[in-house]
T-cell receptor, first 114, second 114 residues
């Protein structure tokens, strides 16, 4: 079975600072990895995904993530935070086994101060 | 693309009652999953339907049941509501075999049990 660990339930940054949200996964087979963002009282929006190929993936709103198999990590970064980035971020994994559905981490709330 | 739509957006029920939540999948998506997201938590997998049959289930009791219809719309039914069932219920769809695209999520139904 697969699992996802997100380090830090809350991360605070200043506007313009680097954003780093950490995600580690465990899986017995090669995973597909995703980051979703959730704004208050809304559903989940896909930020970016890793399937195969290039390990550095770019997403919407200037976010990117790097898949590191040796570290079983898929950390999310953005060079310069904007106030509008304040939201909850979820890392998720899916594997091609059984009925294949998403397994989520507990989420990290990103707080951006002026 | 019409996306995933859920109804109603908010619902208040009394403990012991029954509730039905509805979801219309994104056009072309034949697999639908339902998730429960308690306040401050990541989404938890309830079950998944493909071709009108349940093909996967998370750790939820039988009073959580579902249906998928030939047009790929679906329902989540919860009987004998408990206070702990208060949560955001998310519906998500994808095309079978297309794991790499991830799931498209609806905006959710906020259920409050009093």
């Amino acid at each position: 079975a697969q699992s996802v660990t997100q380090l830090g339930s809350h991360v605070s940054v200043s506007e313009g600072a680097l954003v780093l949200l950490r995600c580690n996964y465990s899986s017995s087979v090669p995973p597909y990895l995703f980051w979703y963002v959730q704004y208050p009282n809304q559903g989940l929006q896909l930020l970016l995904k890793y399937t195969t190929g290039a390990t550095l993936v770019k997403g919407i709103n200037g976010f990117e993530a790097e898949f590191k198999k040796s570290e079983t990590s898929f950390h999310l970064t953005k060079p310069s935070a904007h106030m509008s980035d304040a939201a909850e971020y979820f890392c998720a994994v899916i594997v091609n086994s059984g009925y294949s559905t998403l397994t989520f981490g507990k989420g990290t709330m990103l707080l951006v101060s002026p | 693309e019409t996306g995933v739509t859920q109804s109603p957006t908010h619902l208040i029920k009394t403990r012991g009652q029954q509730v039905t939540l509805r979801c219309s999948s994104q056009s072309g998506h034949n697999t639908v999953s339902w998730y429960q997201q308690a306040l401050g938590q990541g989404p938890q997998f309830i079950f998944q339907y493909y071709r009108e049959e349940e093909n996967g289930r998370g750790n939820f009791p039988p009073r959580f049941s579902g249906l998928q219809f030939p047009n790929y719309s679906s329902e989540l039914n919860v009987n004998a509501l408990e206070l702990d069932d208060s949560a955001l219920y998310l519906c998500a769809s994808r095309e079978v075999g297309d794991l790499g695209s991830g799931y498209t999520f609806g905006s959710g139904t906020r259920l409050t049990v009093v």
